[in-house]
């Protein structure tokens, strides 16, 4: 089985190389800010020349080509067909009720019953945070997020963490159940990161937990209004992280990720459907290909607050172009508009059209079982396959069942009620998540105990 393979550019070889040696240039000559001495000292360690007083790390092109090269051996990436898709979750302070259509600020309860509603999706395979917990006061919302993910999902997740002090819990947290959590080591564009991540970041490092990166350059505001400009600073940032991390924690990220949109001109509002979207998906896959290193971006995303067409074709324009192009992962699912809120009904049709694009890109099983001859002169001129063995078979396999997506007659909609996919949606998640405020536990009662400690000493120290 081949699976689907294609490949789309929209950038010339020359023209990579273009943006290429514009990116070395500005790490080189701008540099960027990095306002903590301790980072500032490492990153100099690396090979960058930092300027103390300043608080600024340039980068020459010679020390980044060598982690370059170093990156390209490690990820060691051959070609391939367009990958199977997952969806994340990304943490919105709004949950947005698509049937009202009405949004309000999420709470623990929206939390638990995401984790309930996440456990039914297979293409969505963490269970984060769906929301910012609004009924938790905000400086333990990230530690009392992470707890309740640990306890009652079987599946990994978490949620954006707020600051230094929560960090450290939310690490104990890791410790206790033995796995590494992840800090988002994420850029403030243009150029500089801010003193809150850097200190997060190094409590990280110090502790053998992992950092990720995401620079989320915004087309026309906090990048050049010109694509190639905007291009050429995601490739500065996406760069600036890979070795920032390097230099703070000694891991080489061998991926090439961002969340860079472009800005709405007449509104300044970030632009998570418009055709620039799939432009960058496009011209940053080609990037990373240069680099010899996987890469994706935030497409797969929509301006529409409402499942629509504008909302279905955005998805999908911007996906399927990304992806032939060769990025191998999209942006966080379920989301109403450009971060507008979490729809628990958006994400499980999103759910429905990645395990789609899924059961597409697995290809066609090719072999003498399969493609059938002699059937085919069995049933010979005229005949049908209904009843045929082979038919019990393979039917399954060769057809892909909706429970949201609708298939079959007007008589037949008009008689179930006349209801559409987000009909659809909403009844599977009130089935699915009817007992989700009696959780059972994840994890052993004992392991529950010690979370229950942990969060209770983060509640008396970083709430007295």
Same mark, same amino acid.
């Not at 924690?249 to 998570?272: E, K, V």
């Given at each position: 089985m081949k699976g689907l393979k294609s490949s789309i550019?929209?950038? /010339?070889?020359? +023209?990579? !190389?273009?943006?290429?040696?514009?990116?070395?240039? #500005?790490?080189?000559?701008?540099?960027?800010?990095?306002?903590?001495?301790?980072?500032l000292r490492r990153c100099q360690k690396a090979g960058a020349i930092v300027d103390m007083l300043q608080g600024v790390v340039r980068i020459p092109a010679s020390v980044m080509e060598d982690?370059?090269?170093?990156?390209?051996?490690?990820?060691?990436?051959?070609?391939?067909?367009?990958?199977?898709?997952?969806?994340?979750?990304s943490t919105q302070v709004f949950v947005t009720d698509y049937l009202s259509k009405t949004r309000r600020y999420g709470t623990s309860d929206d939390i638990m019953r995401g984790? /309930?509603?996440? +456990?039914? !999706?297979?293409?969505?395979?963490?269970?984060?945070? #769906?929301?910012?917990?609004?009924?938790?006061?905000?400086?333990?919302?990230?530690?009392?997020?992470?707890?309740?993910?640990?306890?009652?999902?079987?599946?990994?997740?978490?949620?954006?963490?707020?600051?230094?002090e929560s960090a450290e819990y939310i690490m104990d947290i890791g410790d206790a159940m033995g796995r590494k959590e992840y800090y988002l080591f994420e850029s403030v564009s243009p150029l500089r990161f801010r003193k809150e991540t850097l200190d997060i970041g190094l409590r990280f490092a110090n502790r053998g937990h992992g950092l990720s990166i995401a620079p989320m350059i915004m087309g026309g505001t906090t990048g050049p209004a010109t694509m190639a400009g905007t291009l050429t600073l995601i490739v500065a940032e996406v760069l600036a992280s890979i070795f920032s991390v390097y230099a703070i924690?000694?891991?080489?990220?061998?991926?090439?990720?961002?969340?860079?949109?472009?800005?709405?001109?007449?509104?300044?509002?970030?632009?998570?459907g418009s055709p620039n979207q799939a432009l960058i998906g496009i011209?940053?896959?080609?990037?990373?290909?240069?680099?010899?290193?996987h890469g994706g971006s935030n497409s797969a995303l929509s301006d529409a607050l409402v499942p629509d067409f504008q909302c279905g074709f955005e998805k999908t324009f911007s996906a399927v172009l990304s992806s032939l192009a060769g990025s191998v992962s999209i942006g966080c699912q379920g989301i109403a508009g450009a971060d507008q809120g979490f729809s628990f009904e958006q994400l499980i049709i999103d759910n429905e059209w990645l395990d789609a694009w899924n059961y597409v890109v697995a290809g066609i099983e090719v072999n003498e079982e399969t493609i059938a001859e002699e059937l085919i002169h069995?049933?010979?001129?005229?005949?049908?396959?209904?009843?045929?063995?082979?038919?019990?078979?393979?039917?399954?396999?060769?057809?892909?069942?909706?429970?949201?997506?609708f298939r079959n007659s007007y008589d037949a909609w008009?008689?179930?009620?006349?209801?559409?996919s987000l009909d659809r949606a909403h009844e599977l998640l009130e089935g699915w998540t009817i007992n989700y405020r009696n959780p059972k536990l994840?994890?052993?009662?004992?392991?529950?105990?010690?979370?229950?400690?942990?969060h209770a000493r983060a509640k008396a120290k970083i709430l007295k």
């Open positions: 550019e929209i950038l /010339s070889p020359d +023209e990579v !190389l273009q943006i290429h040696r514009a990116a070395l240039n #500005v790490l080189a000559r701008t540099g960027f800010h990095m306002p903590n001495d301790e980072c982690l370059l090269a170093d990156m390209k051996r490690q990820a060691d990436i051959h070609d391939m067909p367009a990958p199977s898709l997952s969806g994340y979750i984790i /309930s509603l996440v +456990e039914h !999706l297979k293409n969505i395979p963490s269970s984060n945070a #769906v929301t910012v917990p609004s009924d938790v006061d905000s400086r333990i919302s990230d530690v009392h997020a992470y707890m309740m993910l640990l306890k009652y999902s079987t599946k990994p997740g978490g949620t954006y963490i707020l600051s230094g924690s000694g891991q080489l990220i061998a991926y090439f990720g961002h969340g860079s949109h472009y800005n709405d001109p007449r509104t300044l509002l970030c632009s998570f011209g940053t896959a080609q990037m990373a290909k240069f680099y010899g290193i069995e049933v010979g001129i005229g005949g049908n396959y209904i009843a045929e063995e082979h038919t019990a078979k393979h039917i399954r396999e060769n057809w892909w069942p909706s429970q949201v997506f008009q008689d179930g009620g006349k209801k559409d994840a994890i052993s009662a004992v392991q529950a105990d010690e979370l229950d400690r942990i």
